[in-house]
């Protein structure tokens, strides 16, 4: 298993700005996720974060708007660029710990507010 | 694209009745796993499976994948205030990405 926290918990912006966010895992780890979460509604992978490259992106992510970083195998920071409202969502980061394609682990999320 | 569909939306049910979850993936998955989320947390990883036609338990709950591992379900008996949450199921074909069911959300009524 793996322990990860997330930075913020949760913030309240104002439109037009960017918020990092942070995501800290207690063991080094192959895959890390970033996905988003509306409330009562499913996850949605917003990007693969790699290490020591540009992240991966699914379809309707862009890196100019959701830009990633990922140093080193235990962190990662998603950065929400020139936010709006509809960015209001929970953001979570997730890892894989053992090969082959195996569970997730999530980090508390980060619960953003763009008014 | 690979899509994952869960059934039903939402469930309410009285403590003691059964509850059950259908999740139906458009393609041939590799695995399928499953996560609840309690009210305000985030999705914890309860099993998954690999094999077609598997069946496997954990205390009440009854995990299953179909034959043609495009199915799975799962069975709760006998619920508790405890199982509230949503309960996802995430399929996974190949190599690619884990996609994600809409959820069902399951509330108890004591």
């Known amino acids: 298993s793996a322990v990860i926290s997330q930075k913020p918990s949760r913030d309240i912006c104002q439109r037009g700005t960017s918020l990092t966010i942070q995501c800290q895992v207690d063991?080094?780890?192959?895959?890390m996720f970033w996905y988003r979460q509306q409330p009562g509604q499913s996850l949605t992978l917003i990007a693969t974060?790699?290490?020591?490259?540009?992240?991966?992106?699914e379809s309707g992510f862009v890196i100019d708007k959701f830009p990633i970083s990922r140093p080193n195998l235990t962190f990662s920071t998603l950065t929400v660029s020139n936010m709006s409202p509809e960015d209001s969502s929970i953001y979570l980061c997730s890892v894989e710990v053992a090969g082959g394609f195996s569970e997730q682990y999530f980090g508390p999320g980060t619960r953003l507010t763009v008014t | 694209g690979q899509q994952v569909m869960q059934i039903p939306q939402y469930q309410h049910v009285q403590e003691g009745e059964d509850f059950t979850t259908y999740c139906n993936s458009s393609t041939t998955l590799s695995n399928i796993q499953w996560y609840k989320q309690r009210p305000g947390g985030h999705p914890v990883f309860l099993i998954q499976?690999?094999?077609?036609?598997e069946v496997k338990k954990q205390k009440r709950l009854t995990f299953q994948f179909g034959e043609a591992k495009k199915n799975s379900s799962l069975h709760i008996t006998a619920t508790q205030t405890t199982d509230v949450g949503t309960y996802f199921c995430a399929g996974r074909r190949g190599a690619q990405k884990l996609v994600f069911g809409q959820g069902t959300r399951l509330t108890i009524n004591p």
């Open positions: 499976l690999v094999k077609s036609g």
């Open positions: 974060a790699n290490q020591g490259s540009e992240a991966t992106y």
């Open positions: 063991s080094q780890v192959t895959m």
